[in-house]
DNA sequence: CCGCCTAACCTGTATATACAGGCTAGCCGC
DNA sequence: GCGGCTAGCCTGTATATACAGGTTAGGCGG
């Protein structure tokens, strides 16, 4: 009768490693957009889960717009998962460069700290939690351009602190620790606070665009970053499609 | 033993009941951002289910952002923050009807201008050609939320001028007129200039989103629009999944 | 051959039960 | 009085089981 036996890796909860192991499968191509997934009844049987825990990881995953139930039919995936470049998280380096200006990276601060309630509950870890740390403020052409404030989930990237990030961003290496799977962004008009509008250069007045960003690889949360650009002078962009990029004057400004 | 009895309402499914009930507890300010929800086992109790469906109701609107929970503590009704999906164009008489709040559109200004560099060039007209001009406040719960500035393709919604503002959005106008097809949108953090400032009842400093969108149908720009909103009260959100929506304390925010 | 009916399979919902682990209030002993 | 332990409540996960209703393929009878 199959006790509640601990799954081997991990990831203990059955209903994430049923999840995992799909999303795997649609990320490496071996499930593609219309295809029928393992019945509810297949999963029982090669997880040795009970039926409710696969309805489960099939639910959860049709809430999140991966899958596509119906009744008396099957579970398929949803045909356009490929959203792609909707709104780019991109390394600020990349984005300096194709300006075709210089790109430099001062590391304020690295290293370890306990998770407050907040750190804690973005990375989903509990509180008190060794998290690292790091404050970066990124350059253009010898002005500040972007602060970075990053908290990294040790869990994923426990060598992050031993990364050169004037030589690699933080965005660089943790992409490489860890592909990106889904991401977070939470945009925000704020006025800045006198530690940030310094390291920005910023008059007393200057509002800034603070984006709180978030991303997983697989079910964990990777990292997340408070990231501040003065105000106007920074765009944020969200296209649904690929074009038009033609870059236009904001209306009200001066071009 | 509880037979599984037909509920009496309209709605059959049991977690349905539950979460419609909480939602409209919300909704009529018994229950407040902050408060505490009736446990699980109080739902058992009060509606006579098994725990599982409590526990998918509870699970579901934590999914949804409406909730948040935590083991040993209870669970409770997340902070209200105003937010706008940054990867989707909504009717924003939709969003605040959704939040339990009343829309009401103020018409500002309606007619007609020759478009200037700026105007043409972002609705792909010629210099000078006649389009039309709108400025509407909107206002949530009689307190200003968004001023919608816009400008229209006359070539595509030549009737936009005589449409109602008051008891109908431009943007539920012109998705009737023409489908949108694709979508941009621009975010950068301003100092409102004082009209702005005067519409969205702000303070001196207070910073300001302002979102420029354009929206296409087919390969026309139908409508270009500044969108002001008052800055740290509002939140522009962009995620890849759709889920979960677990709202999180910005860090560096109080909760 | 065609139409109907049924068996098999699917999801959707619901139940009762169990054990784990986080958190807190209160009691007990020192 | 204070520290530590425990009982009680909370969520999180998992199990086995049940019945419903949608869908399809195949078999049986006219």
Redesign the pocket.
């Known amino acids: 009768?199959?006790?509640?036996?601990k799954?081997a890796a991990g990831e203990?909860?059955?209903?994430?490693r049923i999840k995992e192991q799909i999303l795997a499968e649609i990320a490496e191509g071996k499930l593609q957009p219309g295809d029928r997934?393992s019945?509810?009844?297949?999963l029982v049987a090669a997880f040795?889960?009970?039926?409710?825990?696969a309805?489960?990881a099939?639910?959860e995953l049709?809430f999140e717009g991966v899958l596509k139930?119906?009744?008396?039919?099957?579970?398929f995936v949803s045909p356009k998962h490929l959203d792609v470049d909707l709104l780019q998280i991109r390394n600020i380096a990349d984005e300096i460069l194709e300006r075709g200006h210089t790109h430099q990276a001062i590391v304020v601060k690295a290293g370890l700290m306990k998770a407050d309630a907040n750190v804690a509950d973005a990375l989903e870890l509990?509180?008190g939690a060794e998290v690292m740390h790091s404050l970066i403020v990124h350059m253009e052409n010898d002005r500040p351009i972007q602060v970075e404030e990053r908290y990294v989930n040790p869990l994923v990237a426990p060598d992050y602190l031993s990364a050169d990030f004037r030589s690699m961003t933080p965005h660089e290496y943790l992409t490489e620790v860890a592909p990106i799977t889904a991401f977070e962004h939470i945009v925000q008009a704020v006025k800045p606070d006198p530690a940030i509008r310094k390291y920005l250069g910023l008059r007393n007045d200057h509002p800034c665009l603070r984006v709180f960003r978030r991303t997983w690889s697989g079910e964990a949360v990777v990292t997340c970053a408070l990231l501040y650009y003065p105000g106007a002078q920074y765009r944020l962009e969200a296209r649904s499609t690929k074009g038009p990029a033609r870059p236009v004057a904001i209306l009200g400004e001066k071009q």
């Open positions: 009768m199959t006790k509640a036996v799954p203990a909860r059955h209903y994430i997934v019945s509810e009844s297949e040795g889960v009970s039926r409710m825990t309805n489960r099939l639910r049709m139930r119906s009744a008396g039919i099957g579970t509990i509180l």
